[in-house]
C-alpha cells in the first residue's frame, strides 16, 4: 500500500507580511518644558511641606524641653523623698535583725557612734553597699549597671 502524498506547507496567498524594522518613536505625554515645570513645582512643593515639618517639630522640641524642665524638680524631690524612705527601711531592718543583740543601738557601733566629729542630725549618705544590704542581689547588680552607665 501506498502512502498519501504530503502537501508541503505553503506562504499564504498573496505572501507574507512585510518585517517592521523601521524605529517607531515612544509617545510622548509631555514636553520639555512641561517636565521641567512639574519638577520645579514637586520639589516647591516637597520642600514647603518639609518647612513645615521642621516648624511644627521645633514647637514640639521646645514644649518637651519646657515639660522637662517644669517636671525635673519634682521628680528630683520623688528620688529624694524616696531615697530617705529607703534609708528609714533600713534603719527599721537593722533594727528588727539585732533586737536581740545585747547593748546594739541602731547607727552606732555598740553604743559608740561610729562618726564622732559629725553632730548627730546630719545625714550620713552610706555607701553603694550599705545602701542595698537589705536587698536581693539581683535588684542591687541590676542598679550597678545603671549606675556605671552614667
Do not use: C
Amino acid at each position: 500500500m501506498s502512502s498519501p502524498a504530503k502537501l508541503q506547507d505553503l506562504p499564504p496567498k498573496g505572501g507574507y507580511q512585510n518585517i517592521p524594522f523601521k524605529r517607531i518613536p515612544a509617545k510622548t505625554y509631555f514636553k520639555g518644558w512641561q517636565m521641567i515645570a512639574g519638577y520645579a513645582g514637586i520639589s516647591t512643593a516637597g520642600l514647603f511641606l518639609y518647612w513645615l515639618n521642621v516648624k511644627e517639630n521645633h514647637r514640639n522640641d521646645i514644649e518637651m524641653r519646657s515639660a522637662k524642665n517644669v517636671i525635673y524638680p519634682l521628680l528630683l524631690a520623688e528620688r529624694d523623698r524616696e531615697y530617705l524612705k529607703q534609708l528609714r527601711r533600713n534603719r527599721d531592718e537593722e533594727a528588727e535583725l539585732m533586737k536581740n543583740v545585747e547593748g546594739w543601738e541602731v547607727g552606732t557601733w555598740y553604743g559608740e557612734p561610729v562618726f564622732k566629729t559629725i553632730p548627730k542630725d546630719k545625714l550620713v549618705e552610706p555607701t553603694f553597699q550599705e545602701f542595698y544590704v537589705h536587698t536581693d542581689y539581683k535588684h542591687m547588680a541590676k542598679r550597678s549597671d545603671i549606675k556605671l552607665m552614667n
